[in-house]
């Protein structure tokens, strides 16, 4: 079980997520297979009382604009010694909201997301290990996207490697585990379109925190958790 608080400022929009993650496990003797599902609150709006209106009219559009809504996901996980893929869908729901203000338009989330991943885990010295990645982003509304990061890890204690996004951004990625309870991610990039004078960036902090759990190898019952 778990809690995920997500917020993501573009521009005059911002949109806070707040969730609740649930995962059930099966274990067995060469690899897991792992469900979840979540559920939760989004919080949409934009602070349109920034902008710099000149012509006359244009400034009832300078209201903000808010609303709440409902969004919940889930997800497959299949991971083996040193190889690992998954399929999840964490966005089921296109939330529209009514605004507050004059011009009664929409805010909405994106056409729902399906995430494809795949992942491998080669020991390549004593200390060291290669672990590339791959994710593949697919909207209903024809939107694709296709991430690749080539990542390092130290003693399994540290990670680190170049991330791209097709047609969007290249960046870094760093993590680390702080103990053996809270570990660390920081995503950093700037926007491909830098090179025709746009020079957006993006960044992304998370913190993790892993419970103790029983060891166990193999499944004994399917009520296993």
Same mark, same amino acid.
């Given at each position: 079980?778990?809690?995920?608080?997500?917020?993501?400022?573009?521009?005059? %929009?911002?949109?806070?997520?707040?969730?609740?993650?649930?995962?059930?496990?099966?274990?067995? %003797? &060469?690899?897991?297979?792992?469900?979840?599902?979540?559920?939760?609150?989004?919080?949409?709006?934009?602070?349109?009382?920034?902008?710099?209106?000149?012509?006359?009219?244009?400034?009832?559009?300078? %209201?903000?604009?808010?609303?709440?809504? *409902?969004?919940?996901?889930?997800?497959?996980?299949?991971?083996?010694?040193?190889?690992?893929?998954?399929?999840?869908?964490?966005?089921?729901?296109?939330?529209?909201?009514?605004?507050?203000?004059?011009?009664?338009?929409?805010?909405?989330?994106?056409?729902?997301?399906?995430?494809?991943?795949?992942?491998?885990?080669?020991?390549?010295?004593?200390?060291?290990?290669?672990?590339? *990645?791959?994710?593949?982003?697919?909207?209903?509304?024809?939107?694709?996207?296709?991430?690749?990061?080539?990542?390092?890890? *130290?003693?399994?204690?540290?990670?680190?490697?170049? *991330?791209?996004?097709?047609?969007?951004?290249?960046?870094?990625?760093?993590?680390?585990?702080?103990?053996?309870?809270?570990?660390?991610?920081?995503?950093?990039? =700037?926007?491909?379109?830098?090179?025709?004078?746009?020079?957006?960036?993006?960044? %992304?902090?998370? =913190?993790?925190?892993?419970?103790?759990?029983?060891?166990?190898?193999?499944? &004994?019952?399917?009520?296993?958790?």
């Amino acid at each position: 079980m778990g809690l995920n608080v997500t917020s993501f400022n573009y521009g005059v %929009e911002s949109n806070v997520k707040v969730s609740g993650i649930y995962t059930y496990r099966l274990a067995f %003797e &060469n690899m897991a297979l792992i469900f979840g599902m979540q559920g939760g609150v989004v919080s949409m709006g934009s602070d349109n009382s920034i902008l710099t209106t000149s012509d006359d009219g244009d400034s009832r559009f300078l %209201e903000n604009k808010t609303g709440v809504g *409902y969004d919940a996901g889930a997800g497959v996980f299949l991971s083996t010694k040193r190889s690992y893929l998954s399929l999840s869908a964490p966005s089921w729901f296109q939330n529209r909201f009514m605004s507050i203000g004059d011009l009664n338009t929409d805010l909405a989330l994106d056409d729902m997301p399906v995430f494809f991943s795949v992942g491998h885990e080669r020991q390549i010295s004593k200390d060291w290990g290669f672990n590339p *990645y791959l994710l593949l982003r697919v909207q209903t509304s024809g939107n694709s996207q296709l991430d690749l990061t080539p990542m390092f890890s *130290y003693k399994n204690m540290l990670w680190f490697g170049p *991330y791209y996004k097709t047609g969007s951004q290249m960046g870094l990625v760093v993590g680390g585990k702080l103990n053996k309870f809270v570990q660390f991610m920081y995503s950093g990039g =700037i926007s491909q379109q830098i090179i025709s004078g746009f020079t957006g960036s993006s960044h %992304e902090l998370s =913190i993790g925190f892993n419970m103790k759990d029983k060891k166990v190898k193999t499944v &004994n019952s399917l009520r296993f958790f």
